[in-house]
């Protein structure tokens, strides 16, 4: 998609990198983990490839093995890898015991884990969407061992 407005930014800055959730200061908590819960556009790839996102570490396994095709689109590429660390978090809260979403004072969404210990899952998924590593369901097992 070309927007002159948008090629002009990136060319300075790059592609965009992250997620940010902002509201006010009482924050619907299942409101947030539904709406980081979406990943449309990680939903429409994997379903063009056969894959249904369940939130279930299977579905982590499945998506780790798709070929890259979405790394020749860079715009696709940032958007993707923001879905890649949603999904896992939304895997890892609705599957790990104890593990919660936590919104940063920058709006930057993590996943918190029982033992205290935070996991940086849009990090984690933009490196999964730029290089395969690490991979999706190998961040989720240690967030399942270590919560």
């Known amino acids: 998609m070309e927007n002159p407005l948008f090629d002009k930014w990136r060319k300075r800055h ?3 990198r992250g997620v940010s959730v902002m509201g006010p200061a009482a924050v619907d908590e299942e409101g947030v983990a539904e709406l980081l ?3 449309e556009l990680l939903r429409t790839h994997a379903s063009a490839a ?3 996102l369940d939130d279930t570490a299977a579905s982590l396994e499945a998506l780790d ?3 890259p095709q979405w790394r020749d689109d860079p715009d696709n590429l940032s958007w ?3 879905d890649a660390g949603l999904y896992l978090g939304t895997v890892i809260v609705r599957g790990v015991p104890g593990a919660v979403w ?3 004072p920058n709006g ?3 996943v918190r884990l029982a033992s205290g210990r935070e996991v940086d899952v849009v990090a984690a998924g933009h490196a999964w969407a730029v290089g395969g590593t690490p991979e999706l369901a190998q961040v989720h097992a240690e967030a399942a061992e270590g919560h």
Request: include cysteine; proline fraction near 14%; glycine fraction near 14%.
């Open 108 to 110: 930057h969404p993590v």
């Open 80 to 82: 993707l890898g923001n």
């Open 14 to 16: 790059g592609p965009a």
């Open 65 to 67: 093995q798709l070929p």
């Open 50 to 52: 056969g894959i249904e």
């Open 37 to 39: 819960a979406e990943c």
């Open 102 to 104: 936590q919104v940063w």
